[in-house]
């Protein structure tokens, strides 16, 4: 748990108020994607950055999945810049890139390899995380995911010092977002704030985090992605995130993410794709574990019936979950998805061994538990009746 201490600027057309952060900085990195270097709130905001003779350096090609060997090659490029503040623009690997490069511009950090044998950082140079989409609540947590190659794997990057300094919430930069990736993205918020709320280890400020969260997600998810230029409903699903970035700090996920990990480790599933198609299936094993809160959630709903009791909300719950993944068009199942369902046993064995994630959940879920969840997601098995071995 890190104690978060960035400074938030949000609103619609309030790119502006970045202005007075760069006081004194003249040598700036801009950290994006091919994508977002392109949208007009970053035109925009570049200009702004290079006012007053400032010298920007633009990284524009952070990919989706970002490994050691690309953070070390842009480490390498920038040595020689004495850059004073980071700023990045996008998704959550461009914030995590971002994030990374913000300690390791500052003169006196461990070096990439230091960090990754364990190495804590205890400074960084001043940094700007701009999310481009509303998912993954990167701004607000301490964690950098990079991709090890060599060893097909991923590691968490861990420290208070990569939360930045400011955080800026602009709807503008969330406008063109193509509603498949709006969909999942915000499906991907809504799986943190749920499992975190219900999480073994949730507390008061993760409950209390997770509960506004879920308020804005809940009432603005369907109107930000069938209404991209609603810019109120862009920004309340920034909001979202970035409670679920908080939530996630002080609870974090477990049973959706834990068996997420496989389909986007083997299969490269996009994570909210992925989480979108556990989600209900997830919930049902958790809901007889955590009813009232549940009951709680479903009262949040904007035309919830108050009048059901906590088992029925809980249950109604599950079923407004399964039915809203239906509505935004993601897919319910992995059938269509390049994921043969003889692969069900080694699926299972990798959720199982996600333990933090596994002991986090409000239950006791076995290998058999979780290979019935990922059964459901194969309609070809429940209606044949197969039982894989
Ligand atoms: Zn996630």
Redo the contacts with the bound molecule.
Sequence with gaps: MATINSTVISGSHAIPALEPLLSGKRQLLLVTDANIVRLDAVVQIRTLLANDGRQVTLIDNVPAEPGHHDVSKLVKRVADLNVEMVIGIGG?SVLDVAKLLSVLCHPESPTLDAMLAGEKPQQRVTSVLIPATA???SEATPNAILAIPEQNTKVGIISPVLLPDYVALLPELTTSMPAHIASSTGI??L??LIECFTATIANPISDNAALIGLQKLLKNIETSVNEPNNLLAKLEMLWASYY?GVA?NHAG?HL??AL?YPLGGRYHLP??VA?AILLAPCMKVVRPHAVNKFAQVWDLLPDADRTLSAEEKSFALVEYFSALVKRLNLPDNLATLGVPSTDLSALADAAINVKRLMNNAPCQVSHDDVKAIYQTLFPELITKGVNHE
Aim: net charge negative; proline share 0%.
């Design positions: 959550g998912g993954t609540g991907d918020a799986c943190h679920g996630i996920t959706v993410h997420s994570h909210g989480n």
